[in-house]
């Protein structure tokens, strides 16, 4: 079945245009700390496995849709499901809501990479074992 990831961000001041409209590259950062903490919450912190392990997982693809406007001061809810695991990268679908109401949605494509040699390597097992345990198998998801 799969796991669900589920986390909260509320948009500030500095996420927002002049109106107080979240401005969409604010959304990709406030996205890559949503991943920054999954990976924490499997238990890959990414200042240990940059620092120590020397691998990372930087996005290879990425594509958004974004449905209504989110302002200033409201609180977005972010699921992460993993719905591919690969030998060296992992699909990721994120749902991005407000009180209940989608506000936009993600596919997201990382790829383990070697941070010295700048090439793509297969997960680690134990990585990879993580990811599997995560992986979304139903289509309703």
Not at 10 to 22: K, P, V
Not at 46 to 73: M, Q
């Amino acid at each position: 079945m799969g796991k669900v990831f589920v986390t909260d961000r509320e948009l500030r001041f500095g996420d927002c245009d002049i109106s107080g409209t979240a401005y969409f590259p604010s959304y990709l950062n406030l996205l890559n700390g949503v991943n920054e903490e999954y990976w924490a919450h499997i238990g890959y912190p990414w200042h240990e496995i940059i620092w120590k392990e020397r691998w990372g997982t930087p996005t290879v693809h990425l594509t958004c849709d974004f449905s209504i406007p989110s302002l200033f001061g409201q609180t977005l809810t972010f699921e992460l499901r993993v719905v591919r695991v690969g030998r060296s990268s992992v699909t990721l679908k994120h749902e991005i809501s407000c009180k209940g109401e989608k506000r936009w949605n993600s596919t997201q494509v990382l790829a383990a990479s070697d941070l010295d040699k700048h090439t793509s390597v297969a997960w680690p097992d134990a990585v990879k074992a993580t990811l599997d345990d995560w992986l979304v198998t139903d289509e309703g998801a």
